[in-house]
């Protein structure tokens, strides 16, 4: 069974940047479209990015012009780079297949924007 492994979140003040980045299976970015998806407290987890094999990338309203997503297929690795953090994008980040791989879901990566 395959466990993405989320890291790179924290806390930074509103205006602020992070870069998250997600390990996964090469074999994984091959064939699949892969997704960060968000879970604020209380709210159902959405996807907020996502990219195509071909390194095509779409954006959710909420964060485009914000939010950047790449792949680095020699290091098996997806990332989120996240600029001009709000408040609002505190949340717990997951990457995963789109559509969404039930196995694959791994622990996350909590960010928080606060001042």
């Known amino acids: 069974q395959v466990h993405l492994v989320e890291s790179g979140g924290g806390l930074v003040q509103p205006g602020g940047s992070l870069r998250l980045s997600c390990e996964a299976p090469g074999s994984i970015f091959a064939r699949h479209k892969m997704g960060w998806y968000s879970q604020a407290p209380g709210k159902q987890r959405d996807l907020v990015a996502v990219?195509?094999?071909?390194?095509?990338?779409n954006y959710a309203d909420s964060v485009k012009g914000r939010f950047t997503i790449s792949l680095d297929d020699p290091k098996a690795t997806v990332y989120l780079q996240m600029n001009s953090l709000k408040p609002e994008d505190t949340a717990v980040y997951y990457c995963?297949?789109?559509?969404?791989?039930?196995?694959?879901w791994g622990q996350g990566t909590k960010v928080t924007v606060s001042s």
């Open positions: 995963n297949t789109d559509p969404e791989t039930t196995a694959f």
């Open positions: 990219i195509t094999t071909g390194g095509i990338p």
